[in-house]
């Protein structure tokens, strides 16, 4: 959760196009339990979501969904480029896998494979996903957060920080 400074600086971030920034809203809104706002961020952390927006005829209903799902020839041809180490490609498939086609096992791969090749969007949510593991691995999680963090990721800083918080009440791990 952020607190209200954090979440004034996100938004002017995210305003000005910062897809992290974005995404923390995102996380922020949607752990508040307020889709609305949530969906807004998460299609505006998406770098083509607004180019993709505006090729559609007014009035056409956008959902988070649609600006991550991929055809098959788009598919095809990010599968292409991702085996050749394209870390944007990696990302557009798990995003596909994660919310355009919601297929688990496919998304886990490429979140994988993005954060591995340097994308720091799937670096912090490999580390959510560890921290909300059962058990959770704290330091593992940490490791991915730390690496988005250290490439200018704002959320990967504040995932450092909770994570660090989480390990100090755990006694170090």
Not at 2 to 14: D, G, I, K, V, Y
Not at 39 to 47: D, F, G
Not at 86 to 113: F, I, M
Request: aromatic fraction near 6%; include cysteine; hydrophobic fraction near 40%.
């Amino acid at each position: 959760m952020l607190t209200p400074s954090e979440l004034n600086l996100f938004t002017q971030r995210a305003e000005n196009g910062d897809r992290d920034a974005a995404y923390a809203l995102y996380e922020h809104y949607e752990q508040l339990g307020n889709e609305v706002l949530a969906n807004r961020w998460l299609v505006l952390s998406l770098s083509d979501a607004r180019d993709f927006a505006e090729g559609l005829p007014e009035g056409t209903p956008v959902s988070g969904r649609e600006a991550f799902k991929l055809d098959e020839l788009e598919v095809a041809a990010k599968l292409i480029e991702a085996q050749s180490g394209d870390v944007s490609a990696a990302e557009a498939l798990y995003l596909h896998y994660a919310y355009g086609t919601h297929d688990p096992v496919k998304s886990a791969t490429w979140r994988s494979t993005a954060a591995s090749l340097g994308s720091e969007r799937a670096q912090c949510d490999l580390a959510v996903s560890l921290m909300d593991a059962l058990p959770p691995d704290l330091q593992q999680a940490r490791m991915w957060a730390t690496t988005a963090a250290t490439a200018g990721s704002a959320r990967g800083m504040e995932l450092v920080r909770e994570i660090d918080d989480r390990l100090q009440h755990r006694g170090g791990g």
